[in-house]
């Protein structure tokens, strides 16, 4: 084949090209402007359906919250009776044993007194440093006491941080998760 047949097949098949490239071009543009209308609906229900995610996933976390809070309120009130009850035994159980001690002492002084009249004089130096010496256990108690009250108080401090910092860390999650999904909202816009 020589090359002006080559030049005429060439025009043949580019004139054919031509002649059915307008009916192609304007039936792609259709099958554009359907997609763009397909687009468009979807976009519609995609914005109603992000719309009621929306509104279900913040009234879970205004639920979650108000349990959440709730829980804590309990917790609370629960502590605060726990701990009321702790301390009025444990001042009961102070004044028992102080009225006991007391007794104990009143009658151990009573009974000296009785067998040791004559023998006043000498022996006062011995029941002072006793007195002393009850007087350095009770202390001594009263400061063992007051350490485990300590204790205890530490310890309940320490579970109420862990618990308040529990809820803080959900509610972060919580509001996190919110910025996000409000972020792809302005995003999507």
Known sequence: MTT???????????????????GRVSALETRMDLLRQELKG?????????????????????????????????????LRLEL????????????????????ELKGDMAGLRQELKGEMAVLEGRLGEQMSGLRQELKGG???LEGRLGEQMASLRQELK????????????????????????????
């Open 162 to 189: 862990g618990d308040i910092n529990t809820a803080l860390n959900r509610l972060m999650l919580y509001f996190s998760a919110l910025a996000v999904v409000l972020a792809l909202l302005t995003l999507l816009r």
């Open 142 to 144: 009263m400061a063992s």
């Open 4 to 22: 002006e047949e080559r030049l005429y097949k060439l025009e043949g098949i580019v004139e054919g090209v031509m002649a059915t490239l307008p």
């Open 84 to 103: 009321k009850g702790d301390m009025a035994s444990l001042s009961q159980e102070l004044r028992g044993d102080m009225a006991a001690l007391r007794q």
């Open 42 to 78: 979807e976009l519609v229900v995609f914005r109603q359906e992000l719309k009621e995610d929306m509104a279900s996933l913040r009234q879970e976390l205004k639920s979650g919250m108000e349990a959440l809070e709730g829980g804590l309120r309990e917790e609370m009130a629960t």
